[in-house]
């Protein structure tokens, strides 16, 4: 079975400085990797996605991340924080199209003025 | 892009009552639906899997005459929390996908709250 690991249930950065959410992952198979960000009270956003091909993912809002199969991690980062970027990320495993997603247990990120 | 629609966003019943949650997919047909409910601070728990026309596949430890769910369409799924009590207390969120899974990928609804009193 899949799963994924969220390393820090808390990060705080100041705005304009370097955002980075730690994820490893474990599959028995080539995984899907996503990354959702978390509104209070709304549903989940998809951050981004990696499938096949380019091991370095650009999504929305400036955030990106790397494959890194040696390493069985998919990390968020974005180069400078916005305040409104605060809010809880969610790492998520699915071994293909047509499995369910399994989620991380989610990093709240804090953003200081 | 792919848009599913969760109603209502937020519910308040009393204990011992029913309460039904939908989710619509509004653009595309959603062959899968994925049922997750979220604890405060907490991550979102898979509760069970539905395709259309069959008959849910649980989680182990969910409770399936507790939760109720129906995917008799191709646009929409229900979740009836049965008999609710205040340990149901939760935020429930549903995901769609289509057949083909890497066109519109997983869409999550707005998610539930719901509070049993």
């Known amino acids: 079975a899949q799963s994924v690991t969220q390393l820090g249930s808390h990060v705080s950065v100041s705005e304009g400085a370097l955002v980075l959410l730690r994820c490893n992952y474990s599959?028995?198979?080539?995984?899907?990797l996503f990354w959702y960000v978390q509104y209070p009270n709304q549903g989940l956003q998809l951050l981004l996605k990696y499938t096949t091909g380019a091991t370095l993912v650009k999504g929305i809002n400036g955030f990106e991340a790397e494959f890194k199969k040696s390493e069985t991690s998919f990390h968020l980062t974005k180069p400078s924080a916005h305040m409104s970027d605060a809010a809880e990320y969610f790492c998520?495993?699915?071994?293909?199209?047509?499995?369910?997603?399994?989620f991380g247990a989610g990093t709240r990120l804090t953003v200081k003025p | 892009g792919a848009v599913v629609s969760q109603h209502p966003s937020w519910v308040i019943c009393k204990s011992g009552t029913s309460v039904k949650i939908e989710c619509r997919s509004l653009?595309?047909?959603?062959?899968?639906m994925f049922w997750y409910r979220q604890f405060p601070k907490q991550s979102l728990m898979l509760m069970a899997t539905?395709?259309?026309?069959?008959?849910?596949?649980?989680e182990q430890g969910v409770e399936k005459d507790k939760f109720l769910i129906n995917h008799a369409s191709l646009t929409l799924s229900t979740l009836t929390v049965t008999s609710a009590h205040p340990e149901d207390s939760s935020f429930y969120i549903c995901s769609a996908k289509d057949r083909l899974g890497q066109i519109y990928g997983y869409t999550f609804g707005s998610g539930t709250r719901l509070t049993v009193v």
């Open positions: 653009d595309f047909q959603a062959t899968t």
């Open positions: 599959s028995s198979v080539p995984p899907y």
């Open positions: 539905s395709n259309e026309g069959s008959k849910a596949t649980y």
């Open positions: 998520a495993v699915s071994l293909n199209n047509n499995n369910d997603m399994r």
